[in-house]
């Protein structure tokens, strides 16, 4: 399986090595944004931290995107994930119908 590389929204580089990785990651972005929401407001001069702030977050979460692109396009995780998926579903009916048969 494929290994990529995202940022967290402090900067710390992590790898993924799934979606659902990836979406942790990017979920992870919330706060930041809530932080940045929250300063604006007192910005007196568009030199001030609030707007370097967003930069930063933006620059990781647009390098984020281009990771989940790819990963979204990679046929090879694609499938990976989907077996991983059906096995467990597969798993899942075959101890309900066990459960049936008791």
Same mark, same amino acid.
């Given at each position: 399986?494929?290994?990529?590389?995202?940022?967290? %929204?402090?900067?710390? @580089? &992590?790898?993924?090595?799934?979606? #659902?990785?990836?979406?942790?990651?990017? /979920?992870?972005?919330?706060?930041?944004?809530?932080?940045?929401?929250?300063?604006?407001?007192?910005?007196?001069?568009?030199?001030?931290?609030?707007? %370097?702030?967003?930069? @930063? &977050?933006?620059?990781?979460?647009? #390098?984020?995107?281009?990771?989940?692109? /790819?990963?979204?396009?990679?046929?090879?995780?694609?499938?990976?994930?989907?077996?991983?998926?059906?096995?467990?579903?597969?798993?899942?009916?075959?101890?309900?119908?066990?459960?049936?048969?008791?």
């Amino acid at each position: 399986m494929k290994i990529y590389e995202m940022h967290q %929204a402090k900067g710390e @580089r &992590i790898t993924v090595s799934n979606l #659902a990785q990836a979406k942790q990651i990017m /979920a992870g972005f919330e706060p930041f944004v809530d932080k940045f929401l929250a300063e604006i407001d007192g910005a007196k001069s568009v030199e001030d931290e609030p707007f %370097a702030f967003l930069q @930063r &977050i933006a620059t990781r979460w647009n #390098a984020n995107y281009e990771v989940w692109q /790819a990963m979204e396009a990679d046929e090879e995780l694609q499938l990976a994930e989907r077996k991983a998926a059906d096995i467990e579903r597969a798993r899942a009916i075959k101890e309900m119908a066990r459960k049936c048969r008791d």
